[in-house]
Nanobody, 122 residues
């Protein structure tokens, strides 16, 4: 079992930046692919980015490519999402997730955090 706790959400103006963190409970953190997803009201949960086990491989949704950066610190069991040049359409609840295989589908991830709200005002 892996417990994930996100932090760092909030309200920011368009063009601003926010940094999210997700702390994991397991010391085997490095064995998991870590992903970020988001869900806006009335919409499905969408993939944002993932970081492979060692952090050497990352992948982003087209909608955030060039603006968001995922990183991880395996020594601290923590994954981060740096979000720059935020847009109102980035407003959503952001979730971190842990899984065993690389993928962009929510069903490929086994453990989920509780989510943190990000609101971008225009």
């Amino acid at each position: 079992q892996v417990q994930l706790v996100e932090s760092g959400g909030g309200l920011v103006q368009a063009g601003g930046s926010l940094s999210l963190s997700c702390a994991a409970s397991r010391r085997t953190f490095s064995r998991y692919v870590m992903g970020w997803f988001r869900q806006a009201p009335g919409k499905e949960r969408d993939f944002v980015a993932y970081s492979a086990w060692s952090g050497g491989s990352t992948y982003y949704a087209d909608s955030v490519k060039g603006r968001f950066t995922i990183s991880r610190d395996n020594a601290k069991n923590t994954v981060y999402l740096q979000m720059n040049s935020l847009k109102p359409e980035d407003t959503a609840v952001y979730y971190c997730a842990a899984g065993r295989i690389l993928g962009v589908a929510a069903t490929q991830y086994d453990y989920w955090g509780q989510g943190t709200q990000v609101t971008v005002s225009s």
